[in-house]
């Protein structure tokens, strides 16, 4: 079995025809039919049913699809292996939400680089639950989340990195006190913030929702309402007065950031060097944290 023809065959059903996958692979139809057939050989049976100008898995297809993507995915480790051992150079495909990426992964990566400058990092920004899904299917070799807690997933190992502090935040002239502005609505951290407004009694008038924590912030500096962000976000606005902050006890809930990556998916040097670098990072910003006034709060 070729690996060749796996990747036609993960091809054709990710673009959803044969010409769609001869193109993107640069090869001729007859190539793509040729290397279906082989594999519909070994396997004593048909990958797909033709119907007309489209086609389907047949369930030989469906039962093999996962099969062909593990044997892919091996290939590729091995591949890395041998790359990354000798040279110190390949691909590392890295998700995170946005207020890790923009606030967290800067100073990682920096770091990251200067000892292994030959290694591309792909970064990709999305919700918690558009990453996870990402590193359960093999579409990322590790993370980075802000979450209450990450229960126990079979296909996933996790590292508690680092306890972030939340702040409730507002304008300095708090011009809609009563409106909330959340972030989307499967924000691990949204219950905390639902704990804050019903124990401080705040009767909202409005809610808005965003998908950015820096849009949220900007409305919250044009006096639109209350939000609750990390703080890691908006220590530049705290100290240009353009935000007053309120840090939230850890009653209402204790978010932390975590790396996870997918059990089965073979950790490379690159990657493994990479997860290093993180742990590495996080344990002094711990430090740093710990040296400072622990009764400390804005606002």
Known sequence: MEIRHLQTFKAIVEAGG???????LGYAQSTITSHIQALEIELEGPLFDRLGKAI???????????????????????KELHQSSITKKGKITI???ESLTVYRLPTIIQAYKEKFPDVHLSVRMGTCEEIQHLVEIGDLDIALLLNLEFKKHPSLETIKMLDEHMSII???????????????????????????????????TSFHEFWSIEA??????CGLGLALVPEITIQNELKDG?????RLDT???????FLFYHKSRWVSPIVHYFIEEATAYFKQEEEKENHKNKGSKFG
């Open 18 to 24: 044969f010409a769609k996958a001869a193109n993107q």
């Open 56 to 78: 389907a898995l047949t369930e030989l297809g469906k039962s093999f699809l996962p099969y062909a993507n593990e044997m892919l995915r091996l290939h590729k480790g091995a």
């Open 95 to 97: 998700g995170a939400s």
């Open 170 to 204: 507002s304008s300095p002239d708090h011009m809609q006190p009563n409106s909330i502005l959340y972030s989307e609505s499967n924000c691990p951290y949204r219950t905390i913030f639902d704990k804050f407004i019903e124990e401080e009694k705040i009767t909202p």
């Open 216 to 221: 949220i912030k900007q409305c919250v500096q």
């Open 242 to 246: 353009r935000l007053s902050a309120r």
């Open 251 to 257: 009653k209402h809930g204790q978010v932390a950031s």
